[in-house]
């Protein structure tokens, strides 16, 4: 019989011998414990088995705990449950999860220690360390490194001279220059992002001037267009879009002004410290320049809860959790953005690779825990705005003094007032049976009860008139039902000329009931009419926000008939949401009607009844507070308007259970596990030690603002070691395809080492000391010979780095979607270079009382709105462009420091079939027929607009063949899926 040594058994044997071998023999006891096991276990298992919440219920943190479910068998390792999960299997192991097994050596003691006992000293709990490793390369102090030298005479540049050191010390070499026509169309690209004209390659190629490429470079950086490109890769990383995402995704009417803010600083070339300053703590640093909160909006630019915010109060575990996530949003933006660091791991625990603790990561919560996104004003006068916030002040206090009143009066009335109250609200309530899909016409929304609206019907002929009525609304929106948005202030006034207005019914001095569905009945004038107006002067609540909605305005004639039946409808402004709302709606002859015919009649007299029940004093007090309320929103209105822009607030409107903190920072605690329901210390503010003995804390009397500027002076401190290089990295990615380190959002353990981390320095030293300037960084890495050469493929050099980390040639790449899109537009005719302002549309938009529907099939490509570039589209998180993400466009609602680059059939199809293309296709065609009189003559032009280059007699041939068989439009089709049209060399 043969016998076979199990697999645990030689495992086992192999370990006793590495126990003996590592002098483990004789250890035994509290000393090896605290010495040997208690590191390992701290370090390998405790961010996840520790705590009231134990990933598998199973807690290392004392020797209750450890000892107490059968994980650990104590005298016998072999039969440990604990480590046979450890132990790995073809190179892996169950535990530790997500992260390397331990080593042969832990295993060792681990083992060593369950044999002699498991002995754990009574009262020993075990914490979890912080990671306090400083020596990782990014943490290193920045310090210029000489320039090495080069004897070749190829360098250009001190780029080169790094490069071609590294490429002696592997032996690779420089790959012959890009001709001419390669490297326009490659820095013309790479720095505004739109092809060349053939008529500026032409020139280029003819230009002797031994500075014509550099002059190219100037001519590219001076322009509108360089800021155009550049923005789109900050925008990328920040996270920007237009909705808020989630699950309403509301739209942000007002976030492009944070875009326009970062194209236009670049194009400035404003020094980089400024604009990460301004982006962190403009309003603070930089009181009273608009900047210095345009900037701000990049502290706003990711997805936000609506739901969790606006619709659950802070107090709720749901609140709390929304809360908790978008400060997290905002602290993870920050550092993410500016150090490449994944700060954001330490938010349930210690970063277990990095030296972040989790008092680090909520002391940088605390520096921001004043702030929530909302609209601010960037313009504004400082005494405008002062007089604005003492108004607001006084409507404050004034909705708080009715809200008494409105006590006292239900106290004074009793019961019985309060029995009224409901009747009447169940009485207006009550649904219509005979109630249509058109319920009528509905104002724009506003946020004051006295912003004036008015809504008009033309007769289209003057009619004498015996009576008019006005017809309510009915709408189940927040409970309101009958009397939908009447106005609680208001006149009716008819004219038989345009402007010429009598006033036939006058309710503005004081407040009109609701009249259910009542119709408001108005006796003619005694001349012929043609024009019948509404005009409210006081807007009645629809839920924090008002309206004007009636359901039907009737004019009726001696015989009884209805002459303002289809009439023409024209108003201040309409939400026009179709079927439900709309202007037509007013006059189509439906309107919701009251089955009970009594209940007008029941509504009076509770009306009546109540007024006895008040006090005449209580009344006048009522109407007083109201009156006075009333002129203070008035006052608000009627102040100079200014420009608003989404961004980081401490005051704005309150908005249901979205409430500002006025400036006063929430107090912030480590949440245990990440968990809101765990809270433990409360935390100061600070931000991310850089050192062992960093000075990391700040004082937690600091107010809100100074935080952020302390957070804002600490990123752009001349010796911080992780922006300088973070910057100059994205930059460097952006040129070649791959950065000097290959993850741009993460210099950490985690993340890549750089491929020339002494040129790294150089760059971040150079860089800093040097003006912040961007425009001089991309000159310099344009105009290196490095940058210029080909992209041509060299076998040898392959055999040796064949990634190209070392840059022996120059990486071929696709473009972009939006530098896609651009260039179709661009060759076509069609581009509109305007610059700036709101988003355009590539949906049609469909509002709907819980979210907006954007609806991309429904949308016309040939409207000319559309035809800028395309950082300027309005971009959605929750339903992305189907075209564009079909491109690899960036997902807006997480950071995307590096775009992904696929290669489909659905881009082929989309770049052949999508109306979008066609479209384009055809005005491409139809402007090369009118240009060029012969199909040769078209189809050269055609190809040079989009590759560069003119075809061969061959290529020509087939193309005119292919054109005269397909027409001229398909054949423009085709050019737009060349790989020589999407692909830069």
Partial sequence: MKLVTPKWIARNTLLAGLLLFLGFGTATGADFFQDEVAPILQKKCLSCHSGAEPKGDFS??????????????????????????????????????????????????????????????????????????????????????????????????????????????????????????????????????????????????????????????????ASDHYGERWARHWLDVAKYADTCGYDKDKLRPNAWPYRDYVIRSLNEDKPYGRFVQEQIAGDVLFPGEPDGVLGLGFLAAGPWDFIGHVEVPESKIDGKVARNLDRDDVVSNVINSFCSVTVQCARCHNHKFDPITQENYYGLQAAFAAIDRAERPYDQVPEVLQQQRELEKQKSQLKSDLAKLDQQIKQDGGPRLEEIEKSLAQLKSQAAVEKTPEFGYHSAIVASPTTEKWVEVDLGQPAKIAQLAIHPCHDEFGGIGAGFGFPVRFQVQVALAAGEWVTVADHTKEDFPNPGLTPLMIDGAAEPIRFVRVTATQLTERKDDYILALSEVEAINAAGENVALGAKVTSLDSIEAPIRWARTNLTDGKWARDPNPDRGAKVAELTAERKRLVSPEREQQLAQLQTSLASIERKITELPKSRMVYAAATEFPTQGNFKATGGAPRTIRLLHRGDVQNPREELPPGVLPLASDSNWRF???????????????????????????????????????????????????????????????????????DGQSLKKLHRMIVTSNVYRQSSAHDEEQAEIDAGNQYLWRMNRRRLEAEEIRDSILAVSGALNTKMGGPGFYLFALEKTEHSPHYEYHKFDPSDPASHRRSIYRFIVRSQPDPWMTTLDCADSSQSTPRRNETLTSLQALSLLNNPFNLLMAEKFADGLQQEYPTLPEQVDRAVLLTTGQKPTDAQRAELVAYAEQHQLVNLCRLLFNLSEFVFVD
Avoid at 90 to 99: H, I, L, Q, S, Y
Avoid at 136 to 159: F, K
Avoid at 204 to 209: A, I, K, T
Wanted: a negative charge.
């Fill in 699 to 769: 004082s937690a009397d600091m107010p809100e603002g100074e935080r952020r500027a302390a957070v804002a002076r600490w990123l752009t401190d001349k010796d911080h070691p992780l922006v300088w290089r973070s910057i100059v990295n994205r930059i460097w990615q952006y040129h070649f395809g791959d950065g000097i380190v290959a993850t741009p959002n993460d210099f950490g353990r985690m993340g890549a080492k750089p491929t020339h981390p002494e040129l790294l320095d150089w760059l971040a030293c150079e860089f800093r000391d």
């Fill in 60 to 221: 290392l943190q004392s020797a209750s705990a450890a000892l107490a479910d059968g994980y650990i068998e104590p005298g016998d390792a072999a039969a440990s449950h604990l480590v046979e999960l450890i132990t790995p299997t073809n190179g892996t192991a169950e535990m530790p999860k997500d992260a390397d097994p331990l080593s042969a050596a832990e295993l060792a003691v681990i083992r060593k220690w369950i044999d002699n006992g498991a002995k754990w000293p009574e009262e020993f709990v075990l914490k979890e360390p912080a990671v306090a490793d400083f020596t990782w390369w990014s943490y290193q102090p920045l310090v210029r490194p000489s320039v090495p030298e080069a004897d070749d005479g190829w360098a250009r540049t001190p780029i080169d001279h790094f490069i071609l050191q590294t490429w002696k010390d592997r032996g690779l070499h420089a790959s012959p220059a890009a001709d001419r026509r390669t490297l326009i169309r490659r820095v013309t690209y790479d720095l505004i992002g739109l092809p060349p004209t053939p008529e500026e390659i032409a020139a280029f190629e003819q230009d002797n001037d031994p500075q014509a490429y550099e002059k190219l470079v100037d001519r590219l950086l």
